[in-house]
């Protein structure tokens, strides 16, 4: 079976020694009551659930797959039921979850620590309590208090599940379009029909209940994305006194046969006439649902990293016990016929390529994190919104670039295998068909793009950026430590800046230059970002005993040599410009093809 | 179903524009026989073949797969055995084949353009006739005549088919640590027996007979690689009149269950004192392997070139059909509620990237082919020894880079869809996880890069590299097209000659330096060889009238400029070197994981 030993003392060192969070805690009344022992132990009890609970139903949630049995009826695969109440009933879902309404109130700075676990152990089952999440942040933002009232607690607890319905089958970057109608029925709710594809735990057997946040048009709404309204539509209707009545008319039509999280179930739902209430004002739907995207946009780097930490211990324990050939340095193993392959130069490389970004993905996580928490909990309202900009700015990078690089790590770990990684027996290639996922979903990896260069960076002519860039400077110039990343971070910080003024002062003659840079302008952006996250790790590590810290060091100075140089080319495929896409005549594109 | 329109207007440029086959094969009193007439004829014919007999099958093979039976009974997917009869009848197995044994004797410059149709259509049919190829190779090359003349005619006519039987369980790279025995059997016969497995078309359903090519020792072999001996071992015993005899004892245990490819049965083949012939010397095995291994990998860039078209094709179909935004420039389709996607920059790059790729494997390859002719056909010794130091530069280039190059294409034109691109309906997914297996098959790629760097760059310090480097200049300066390819090719040679002197020169000093730097050099000449083939290809077209011809030099401009800057990246990777990787403990690698 899969190896998976959660990866505490990163976690730890990421806390403790990275972003120094009980001084950050501390500083912070809403949060002055978190504390380290605790924070161990939540991470300490997850780790074996993760391990013993989650890991263990991986590839035989692959294997089976949710299931479609007809009149709307899915089942997940065997043994997911009993986790999902294990870890609803250990109160995993209401960790971050308000306390008023019986969340736990932890910030995205422990909670996040415990998803990279979930999603590691098991993609598919993460999704799970993952949208419940979301769904409950989403109301927490824009629901009534009889709402929160009657779903929050519920919710958290486990009892029942949340979804968040957007796409249909004709619109899904595009949620102007959408045709899904919400009627009013004449009291305070609304009939709402239409279809909605791609909805991930849209259906199962795991809650008691499943609370649908479904994006809708009300009958007299603008056109566009401005006339968009969010409902809550209940499976089933809920009682004054929070027990459960009448089933809702909507249901499952089917299930999305994929190329990998195939234990977690994608449906099609059709609503027809289902009641349903408006959350928010009317028309703003959009932007209550960009709550909960936004979450799980960082959320889906989560995903990329758990990939990426699954396959990197995976395919270390493969080579470290694979035998083939012999060391280029001198023979290791003289009793046995070969050397294991970790002595490889080559397998090194992967390997290390895949700790880059698992290293590099969880301490940006963490920070994007700690914006998300000054943004939450900040008593200072400056610094909540200097957070929330930083959020803004960062958000589409943690969701693309962890995600892209997460791809390209689970590629390069199911190589260390060779033959073996690409049988179905050693786990290796479901790593990367599961991971694929998350460069698609909750906004494919190019819109991220065009969200950053065209909304974070265009609309406000950088300054979101220069003061990030403003901050990695300050940030390198304080450091104690004598390490290559110093430079490096300032040289990428530099091709970042001139790189942008140079698409900015492009923007202006070139209409496509957004859409045809954005994609290499966020892998730059990306690179910068990691080797900030290096030198913040460096700057922790630097003056400590021990493999661990000085390990650290290494793996910046490799990341510097053999993984950064790659910024460069990004940043002079944006120099080029849109002007070589956009010269090809419509017809081009439909040679042999129709 | 998947579109696929066999390029035949682009394997027609790359026949009569870029490489003048003609005149070629006019000059070579060996194909002077081949004519351009004949040869369109062939791809005509293999093009409706590919479109409407093979392309059928691609996902239904998929979704039914090879089955295992139990009692080494193994099936291929429902019509396979219909589609390789019409295809064995066809003659196209013989096509390359010698005409003193049945073969039709056409150069490998056309063998391979059918063969990327094949490969198009349905990667898991083409392995079936391509191991059969493959085998026959290498039974032209070392079998004795009695041999060739028993089983190369029906292996042509497809009555037999072939397998290469390499790899067992504990040994892969490294064959010389292979267990399974040949014992003489006191006539000229030996008694084979061992396991071997990932053994492609090691039993199937599609002939009535199969003839195993199995690497195994001899009792008194040398240790090593030195020891390897080379048997036919056929699965019905062949009488002295060519009719079939009793069973021999041999069988597949089991087929394995992979990410893709699904319709390919992967056999794990037990050989139980099972009857084989010594074929050429003892001891010479590997040498004679490799004959087909060359030839192989080869064809695997063809199976990445297969793996881009078709997946190229379909992407640009469903650009052009999915209304999603609008377009950055203007509204394109007023009409309708969203503007067609191919509107959208960033969906035409990531088409753009797969049709470079497509464009430039396919001249790369057929680059190849023409030095393989050379080598097999040219009347001149120099000139064959020439072309055959080119191909051993190239081959593992033409393996491993186009193969890595096909899966980045195939996933971006996955991501063109959006979340349609991640379920099974649509296909896309299927190619991603059927050319995957092309990066590992054949020699990983990360020994293709070995075999680049040590065997054919450090081992003659440069030689074929400078010969291949004159050539590349000595081309863009007879350039008659005004184009900014020839600087870039210029600049990228100039790049890699310094790159591997500065290579060669730290070999001497760090002795993991190729194993740590070979896959970044590889992937650095890769894109040299690419802009030259963009420069032959800019050369031929720039003095023609008509969209095709100025779409050429529009796509070497995006190529120059937002594809070819990867280069220096790899460059700056390689300059780095390898004492990043290995400064690391063993234990580094052993954290968390044992």
Not at 20 to 39: C, G, I, P, R, Y
Not at 470 to 498: G, S, Y
Not at 546 to 563: H, M, P, Q
Request: aromatic fraction near 8%; include cysteine; charge should be negative.
């Amino acid at each position: 079976m899969a190896v998976y030993n959660p990866p505490l003392d990163d976690m730890r060192f990421m806390l403790n020694d990275v972003f120094n969070v009980e001084t950050f805690w501390q500083s912070n009344e809403k949060l002055a009551h978190v504390d380290m022992d605790t924070v161990n132990m939540i991470l300490e009890e997850m780790a074996k659930l993760a391990k013993n609970v989650l890991l263990p139903l991986n590839r035989s949630g692959d294997e089976e797959g949710a299931q479609y049995h007809g009149d709307g009826v899915v089942t997940t695969p065997s043994g997911f039921k009993e986790a999902f109440e294990q870890y609803a009933e250990s109160g995993w879902i209401g960790l971050g979850g308000d306390p008023e309404y019986g969340g736990q109130g932890f910030p995205k700075m422990v909670t996040m620590l415990a998803e990279e676990m979930v999603f590691t152990a098991n993609q598919s089952f993460a999704l799970y309590p993952n949208l419940s999440v979301g769904a409950t942040l989403c109301l927490l933002a824009s629901a009534s208090e009889e709402q929160k009232q009657t779903y929050l607690e519920k919710m958290y607890a486990g009892e029942w599940a949340g979804t968040m319905c957007l796409t249909e089958p004709h619109a899904g970057t595009d949620l102007g379009i959408i045709k899904t109608k919400a009627v009013p029925n004449g009291d305070d709710s609304y009939a709402i029909s239409g279809t909605k594809i791609f909805i991930t735990g849209g259906e199962h057997d795991l809650t008691d209940n499943i609370i649908h946040l479904v994006l809708a048009k009300t009958p007299d709404a603008p056109a566009g994305s401005k006339g968009i309204s969010l409902f809550l539509v209940p499976k089933f209707l809920v009682n004054a006194d929070g027990s459960l009545g009448a089933r809702n008319t909507l249901a499952a039509g089917s299930i999305e046969h994929k190329m990998g999280i195939k234990g977690s179930a994608t449906c099609v739902m059709n609503f027809d006439g289902a009641k349903g209430w408006l959350v928010g004002a009317e028309n703003t739907g959009l932007a209550s649902m960009f709550v909960m995207m936004n979450y799980e946009r960082v959320t889906m780097g989560l995903q990329g990293l758990g990939g990426t930490e699954l396959a990197y211990q995976n395919a270390a324990a493969y080579a470290l016990d694979r035998g083939q050939g012999r060391s280029d340095t001198q023979i290791q193993s003289p009793e046995k016929p070969a050397d294991s392959i970790i002595h490889h130069a080559d397998v090194r490389r992967m390997l290390l390529n895949a700790r880059v970004n698992a290293e590099a993905s969880r301490c940006f996580a963490m920070y994007v994190a700690k914006q998300l928490d000054e943004s939450k909990f900040s008593v200072d309202a400056d610094n909540a919104q200097a957070a929330e900009a930083r959020v803004a700015l960062l958000t589409p990078i943690a969701k693309a670039f962890l995600t892209d690089k997460a791809l390209e790590a689970t590629i390069d770990c199911q190589q260390v295998f060779g033959g073996h990684g690409y049988v179905r027996e050693w786990g290796m290639e479901q790593i990367v068909r599961d991971t694929r996922i998350a460069q698609i979903y909750e906004g494919a990896n190019g819109i991220q793009a065009l969200d950053l260069l065209g909304r974070k960076i265009a609309r406000n002519q950088g300054k979101y950026l220069q003061n990030f860039l403003a901050e990695i400077r300050d940030f390198v110039a304080n450091m104690l430590a004598n390490h290559e990343i110093k430079q490096a971070t300032l040289d990428a910080a530099a091709t970042i800046e001139e790189l942008t003024t140079t698409v900015l002062a492009n923007i202006s003659t070139r209409k496509s230059e957004i859409n045809g840079c954005a994609v290499d302008y966020l892998h730059a952006m990306g690179y910068l970002c990691y080797a900030f996250m290096f030198a913040m790790m460096v700057e922790a590590a630097h003056d400590k005993e021990g493999a661990f810290y000085s390990n650290k060091l290494k793996l910046a100075t490799y990341f510097v040599g053999r993984i950064l140089p790659r910024l460069h080319a990004h940043a002079d495929m944006v120099k080029t410009g849109s002007d070589p896409i956009m010269d090809f005549d419509l017809s081009y594109f439909s040679e042999n093809v129709s």
